[in-house]
């Protein structure tokens, strides 16, 4: 009779496992989808990081720092002109810088926005697993529409890295 007991209770631990296994599936794709998200934004952040001295940004092109230029919740936005015509997506070479006025007078970078005009692509752009934003009218008031993304990598985002606003970020100090 125990070794009866013993083969039940074996049997039962066996069929428990089995169905604890095909109860809860591993999704292998979704894990590794996010590892590579991840990976890409390390990578982004990595090459984003010479943009924390503004004057980097400066010297190679990025433009678009003018008095009241400060977007409430986002801050003001350098732009790459070069970049910003045509669909071509790049993890290290986003269109656009976004920095947030200091009260010393400098500027911190906070984000990376990629920008696409709607009329050089067919279809949502992508880019780390996120669909862009848009298509929407020009923010600076000029003809045509756009996509874009923002990319919260050096001032979190409460609401989420990939949401195009960020109520930690203030415009008091812009001159």
């Known amino acids: 009779m125990n070794k009866f007991l013993v083969f039940i209770m074996a ?10 296994v095909s109860a809860h599936p591993h999704h292998h794709d979704d894990d590794d989808d996010k590892n590579s998200v991840r990976k890409e934004l390390a ?12 004057d980097v940004a400066l010297d190679e092109g990025f433009t678009g720092l003018v008095p009241g230029a400060c977007v409430p919740n986002m801050g003001i936005h350098l732009i790459k002109p070069s970049r910003a015509d045509d669909a071509k997506l790049h993890i290290k070479k986003p269109e656009i810088l976004v920095y947030e006025p200091l009260k010393n007078g400098k500027y911190k970078l906070v984000a990376g926005e990629w920008y696409v005009p709607a009329e050089e692509t067919k279809k949502t752009p992508k880019l780390f697993g996120q669909k862009f934003q848009g298509p929407m009218a020009n923010h600076d008031g000029s003809k045509g529409k756009h996509y ?28």
């Open 43 to 54: 990578i982004s952040k990595k090459a984003l990081e010479k943009y924390r001295d503004i």
């Open 148 to 175: 874009d993304l923002h990319v919260w990598l050096f001032k979190k985002n409460p609401d989420g890295m990939f949401k195009p606003e960020n109520k930690r970020v203030s415009c008091k100090y812009a001159k």
């Open 11 to 20: 049997a039962f631990l066996v069929f428990s496992a089995m169905s604890t």
